[in-house]
């Protein structure tokens, strides 16, 4: 079945020690979003890609980056992870298309910062 | 951005019950998105609307498009425990450079009790 898959789905890192969290997709979607999610919240946008072009939110914070290198992969990486990162990160994928292009979401991957 | 105010909050009910959660904004989207997303899971979409006035049925869920495209409400019948998650709406709106993106209310976090 077409996919999005995270990896890790638990990610445990240090106050200040760099993590990087993937996704890959199998549906050949043009764009690519990285979400934040804390609890009992709405998932807030970090950045997205379509295709190749790099999109980033205003308040995301410098400390986040992304890479994607193919149509399939994405990165988040978090270069000093603070305890207030501590949240979901949700990956998900869209065609990009106007008028109802619905997101797939990939199963999250919960980062503790201890 | 535009912002998507989403009630109530919580909810909690007996199975069996009827439920209606809302999803209100100043803003007009070209179409709007219900998700349902379980603990530790990414949002899985349960219905997309796009045209003003529309109305589509998911066996015991009822999702209507306000006839501005600024609102949105989803109905359950006979809820039942399998019903419990958070409920999110999303609406869409273009980000530039051909793509799209979607802005979540805060969610409505449904409890369904036996």
């Known amino acids: 079945d077409a996919m999005v898959i995270q990896n890790p789905r638990y990610q445990v890192t240090q106050f200040g020690k760099p993590v990087t969290l993937s996704c890959s997709q199998t549906l050949n979607h043009n764009v690519m979003y990285w979400y934040q999610q804390k609890s009992s919240q709405a998932p807030k946008l970090l950045f997205h890609?379509?295709?190749?072009?790099?999109?980033n939110e205003a308040d995301t914070p410098d400390n986040f980056q992304s890479r994607r290198p193919n149509t399939s992969f994405c990165f988040l990486d978090i270069r000093s992870p603070g305890l207030g990162d501590a949240a979901m990160y949700l990956c998900?994928?869209?065609?990009?298309?106007?008028?109802?292009?619905?997101?797939?979401f990939g199963p999250g991957t919960r980062l503790t910062v201890l | 951005t535009q912002l998507l105010e989403q009630s109530p909050q919580f909810l909690s009910i007996q199975e069996g019950e009827n439920l209606t959660v809302y999803c209100n904004s100043s803003?007009?989207?070209?179409?709007l998105q219900w998700y349902r997303q379980e603990p530790g899971e990414g949002p899985v979409l349960l219905v997309t609307?796009?045209?003003?006035?529309e109305v589509k049925k998911l066996k015991r869920l009822t999702f209507q498009f306000g006839d501005a495209r600024k609102d949105s409400s989803l109905h359950i019948t006979a809820a039942q425990p399998g019903d419990t998650g958070l409920y999110l709406c999303?609406?869409?709106?273009?980000?530039?450079?051909?793509?799209?993106?979607?802005?979540f209310g805060k969610g409505t976090k449904l409890s369904v009790i036996p």
């Open positions: 998900a994928t869209s065609t990009g298309l106007a008028g109802g292009s619905e997101q797939f």
């Open positions: 999303a609406g869409d709106e273009e980000s530039g450079a051909g793509s799209y993106q979607l802005t």
């Open positions: 609307v796009v045209t003003g006035g």
């Open positions: 803003s007009v989207f070209s179409s």
């Open positions: 890609y379509y295709d190749k072009d790099f999109n």
